[in-house]
């Protein structure tokens, strides 16, 4: 009779362990299986996350359809189909919820609850756990609604940036979430080889239509004026940092810097904020000396006879630096310059520029020196007959620049003439970049936040 007893215990013993474990950690158990591998697909254009059991092909779709936020809560719904089979929700595996990038006891500081809800009956119900540690299944090819509510234990008001995401599966994936609901747009691209360090990487952004690629983006006209809405953010999570070339210009050149791969979301579509671009990227003020005078530059004439603008000799648009110098004696000699420093946003090693200019030299009698200086150190002298390319590596902010004009001959009487023109920068450690952008995604429904001003 104690024999049968114990058998009977013992068997009951064996049920309740299978009963209550989950069935990985029932294989677990009894050495005969594997955690299953999940694999993920995310559908940008209808924002729905596809999640795969790769064992047992079961498949959940997941959208995110609507969010609210106010000053003392923030609400999300999202929409869950099942695909295979039925699918029972699991305690601690399902219904995770990360926000600010913070676990819920992280941001216990912040945050006073957080509740799910499911709709059943017509109406929003607390979702339910039992004794195992599950909720009522999602039957195959249904589709359920769930929501999440986050309480704030006070009220914040301003820019609110509550980042949701969600855990399904044991998966989460950041690509559900929007960054901040008061920007209704985004699109994306995705980087996989940044080098160590980070990089520069460089884009036009135009407000009307067209198509995005890799090196041009269009922002259907949903942009605010002189784009002081757009904003680049690494994989929904950390905001970059990114300069602007020139914001009265449409397109402008954008600048970002990326530090590692991820998926690189630019959002736009808020009229109601301001730039944070670093600084604008400019350069000379007058660098082609286009405005037909040298009021953006320090002038030194010196002993030359005159230093001006010419509107008759230039290598490109109407204008150039004019330096002149006729010889009355062997003793007259005659020397000036012009210089300014460079205003433009750079970082040593990481956003700098190169310099390139041109300059031509007339002389009766040979002996006269065209000569380029930065910071004071010679980088360029000669005396080309004709227009002659000049180019400076790794020009950087409030780097002085000096064209000096140096009419040494002797030989008298003579007339000796040099020409600038055409300063131009170029940004290095900068490239397009190197994936496709997507199209235009809009942010989910948003409601009004009166019901959670209380």
Known sequence: ??????????????????????????????????????????????????????????????????KKEGVCKFEEIFEITALGSDYTPKKGRDFGLRFRNKTHNDASDKIKSIEWYVWEDNEWQ??????????????????????V???????????????????????EDERLTWWNVSWKYRINSTLNNVPNGGYIYQLRVHSESGTNNQT?????????????????????????????????????KVFVKVPTNGTIYMYYGNLEV????????????N?????????????????????SVDNT???????????????????????????????????????????????????????SWARVKINDVEKYSGSPSSWTEVKIANIENNTKITLFFEDDTSCWPSTHDAWFDYLHFTIVSAEPFDSLWSSEETEPVIGGITQYNT
């Open 313 to 367: 000799t230039y290598y490109d648009g109407l204008y150039s630096s004019y330096f002149h110098h006729h010889v009355d004696s062997d003793t007259d000699q005659g020397e000036g310059y012009i210089e300014q420093n460079t205003s433009f946003y750079s970082y040593p090693g990481i956003l700098e520029c190169n310099l390139s200019l041109f300059v031509k030299v007339y002389t009766e009698c040979g002996g």
């Open 126 to 147: 607390p979702l339910k756990w039992n004794w195992l540690g599950k909720t009522k299944a999602i039957k195959k090819n249904e589709t359920k609604l769930y929501k």
């Open 1 to 66: 009779m104690r024999i049968n007893n114990l058998r009977w215990v013992s068997v009951f013993f064996v049920v309740m362990i299978v009963l209550i474990l989950p069935s990985s950690s029932c294989s677990a158990f009894w050495g005969l299986g594997h955690a299953p591998e999940i694999k993920k697909q995310f559908h940008p254009h209808i924002k729905q996350l596809t999640l795969t059991n790769s064992d047992t092909k079961q498949q959940l779709q997941i959208k995110s359809i609507s």
């Open 149 to 171: 509510v986050v309480t704030k234990k006070r009220a914040e008001m301003g820019d609110k940036r509550i980042l949701t995401i969600p855990k399904f599966m044991d998966i």
């Open 216 to 252: 041009d983006v269009f922002l259907n006209n949903h942009n605010a004026t002189n784009f002081s809405d757009i904003r680049f953010v690494l994989d929904d999570t950390t905001e970059l940092d990114y300069w602007i070339e020139n914001n009265s210009t449409d397109p402008i």
């Open 274 to 285: 301001s730039s944070t671009a670093k600084q604008y990227v400019s350069v000379l003020d």
């Open 287 to 307: 660098p082609s000396f286009e405005t037909g005078d040298l009021t953006s530059w320090t002038v030194h004439q010196g002993t030359l006879d005159s230093l």
